[in-house]
């Protein structure tokens, strides 16, 4: 099993900037791929980025494109994402996710372990 603990959410203004972290624990050598989602008020759960292990290929929705930054510090088990240019339509609860195995990383579907997630409020 693997446990991810989200941190960072809050609220803020319009063009501001947060840096979301999460922190992974348990069978962490099992994961090959994790990500961020997130889901607004009356929404469905959406793709945000997501990062390889190996290699460190990176993707995005074209939503946060530009905007957002995925990295990981493999040493201390962390995930982050870097948020910056926010707008009130980023108001969301934000996941971290992770997947043993994943061939498409947007796919909600791919990931086995999901953090309790993080509120982030975009105030206009």
């Known amino acids: 099993q693997v446990q991810l603990v989200e941190s960072g959410g809050g609220l803020v203004q319009a063009g501001g900037s947060l840096r979301l972290s999460c922190l992974a624990s348990g069978r962490t050598f099992t994961i090959s791929a994790m990500g961020w989602f997130r889901q607004g008020p009356g929404k469905e759960r959406e793709f945000v980025a997501a990062?390889?292990?190996?290699?460190?290929?990176?993707y995005y929705a074209d939503s946060v494109k530009g905007r957002f930054t995925i990295s990981r510090d493999n040493a201390n088990k962390a995930l982050y994402l870097q948020m910056n240019s926010l707008k009130p339509d980023d108001t969301a609860v934000y996941y971290c996710?992770?997947?043993?195995?994943?061939?498409?990383?947007?796919?909600?579907?791919?990931?086995?372990?999901w953090g309790q997630g993080t509120q982030v409020t975009v105030s206009s």
């Open positions: 996710a992770a997947a043993r195995r994943v061939g498409a990383p947007a796919g909600r579907n791919e990931y086995d372990y």
């Open positions: 990062i390889r292990n190996f290699g460190g290929s990176t």
